[in-house]
């Protein structure tokens, strides 16, 4: 569920019609909705109130400072997978003890900053790393604590295998069945308290039984740890919760909790959860503008200011994402976003962007309904994985991002210009 509609006729984001942020912010433009990221991310609070869970906002996944800084300001906490994601964090004032930081590639100089930082936790994914840590905090005379990233073993069918990361034989955390002997080895660490436990199966994950599985094996885990001496405060389920790509597609905030709180009701963990597509998918669409249209063989192109540099996630990972025009002339209305929605006058199109490469196509073999030169097309489901992943490839300054609040909107990114596109560049 989001605030994009269309109102006679025109694709509104809350109440502003998109056409008006084209007019003054230029396409291709990222535009969010205040009202869907906060709605989001008080659904998964509300659902997992009675584990009293801290949320860290994962911000790989939508990491603009204004967007954050709402989350901050609302109690949140954040994961971060890098230095340059905990600089984020920090600009917008978060509150460190709800720093969850992960990732299989720390870098010494990461490490000391997060410690000098103060954050809350380090999400270790393996041996070496751990003692690495330890050196550190040693050198730095800091004192943290950690989880244990364990890898237990499941997978959803749906999920894109690039995305997929708790099967055994990916990079990510330490088997499930080496985490009691890590616990033995690394448990008494005179800097770094080992009492944690974490868990990130993959994104996006469309059912709650996978959750249900790795939490399931998960306990008996941390049964074991304690058995064993070692002691376990902490479990943090990482992110993975789906959206709607397609209408009505993914399960909610409460359909998860509704699986997932009963496992942990009672334990007396501190858990920890880090979404990140379930909050700032849905409450963002990518806007650009039609450049050309034309024929290849029996093909026909839509051509538009956007591009693979944008939105890289079709071109990447086949990803599917609902496009229509922002302007409806006649009865073209979609009842719901299906990529199989085809409006009576429409035509096949494959939409593409101007990179120079074959791959860079943004929707393929999508029904339109005709599309001509300066109108107005909106990828929906854009708001996660999308401006962050875009690059500057064809030497293409970024897209300008746009936060829509009621009737008003403000830009939180200027459109980059050509001097952004090469000013770390020496000749
Ligand atoms: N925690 C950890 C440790 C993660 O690696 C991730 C995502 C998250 C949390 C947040 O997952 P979410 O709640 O957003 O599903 N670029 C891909 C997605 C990569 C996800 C990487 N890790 C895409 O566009 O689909």
């Known amino acids: ?15 502003v019609p998109v056409k008006d ?13 205040k009202a869907t990221l906060m709605r989001h991310y008080s659904g998964v609070v509300k659902a997992f109130a009675e584990l009293d869970a801290i949320i860290c906002y994962s911000i790989k996944s939508c990491g603009n400072l204004h967007i954050l800084k709402l989350f901050a300001e609302n109690g949140g906490g954040f994961d971060v997978v890098s230095g340059g ?12 003890k709800k720093i969850v930081f992960a990732g299989v590639g720390k870098t010494d100089n990461e490490i000391r900053e997060a410690l000098t930082a103060g954050i809350g936790w380090f999400n270790i994914e393996s041996e070496q790393e751990f003692e690495n840590l330890s050196r550190l905090a040693a050198e730095t005379k800091t004192k943290t604590r950690a989880a244990l990233r364990v890898n237990p073993d499941v997978f959803d069918p749906n999920t ?3 995305t997929t990361t708790g099967k055994k034989e990916t990079k990510f955390g330490v088997d499930i069945d080496r985490a009691a002997a890590f616990f033995e080895k690394y448990g ?18 469309y059912s709650p039984q996978p959750y249900v599985d790795a939490i399931t ?28 790509y397609e209408a009505d597609k993914s399960p909610s905030a409460q359909a998860y909790a509704d699986a997932i709180v009963p496992l942990l009701k009672g334990t007396g963990l501190q858990i920890i959860l880090e979404p990140g597509r379930h909050i700032a998918c849905n409450a963002g669409i990518l806007l650009s503008q039609v450049l050309y249209t034309k024929r290849g063989g029996d093909k026909k192109f839509v051509i538009v200011d956007a591009a693979m540099t944008d939105l890289i996630r079709p071109a990447l990972y086949e990803a599917e994402h609902f496009i ?3 302007h409806l002339d006649h009865d073209e209305f ?3 976003r299906r990529f199989d929605f085809a409006p009576a006058n429409g035509e096949q199109v494959d939409i593409v962007g101007g990179v120079c490469e074959t791959g860079d196509i943004l929707g393929k073999s999508r029904t339109l309904p005709p599309m001509q030169r300066g109108d107005l097309l909106s990828i929906f489901s854009a708001g996660a994985y999308g401006f962050v992943m875009s690059s500057q490839y064809n030497a293409r300054p970024r897209a300008a991002e746009v936060l829509v609040d009621g009737d008003s909107f403000k830009i939180i990114r200027r459109r980059e210009n050509y001097n952004d596109v090469f000013a770390a560049e020496i000749f």
């Open 21 to 33: 942020i084209a007019a003054e912010a230029g396409t291709p433009v990222y535009i969010y909705s």
């Open 160 to 162: 894109h295998a690039y």
């Open 324 to 326: 229509y025009p922002a």
């Open 217 to 244: 094996k998960t306990l008996g885990l941390i049964e074991e740890i304690r058995a064993g001496g070692g002691k376990v405060n902490v479990l943090d389920i990482g992110g993975g919760f789906a959206a709607d």
């Open 1 to 15: 569920m989001d605030y994009f509609d269309y109102k006679n006729g025109e694709l509104c984001c809350e109440e």
């Open 85 to 96: 994601e905990l600089a984020r964090a920090q600009q917008v004032g978060a509150d460190m």
């Open 334 to 336: 979609p009842p719901n």
């Open 188 to 205: 008494h660490d005179a800097n770094v308290t080992l009492d944690g436990i974490h868990l990130h199966i993959g994104s996006p994950i």
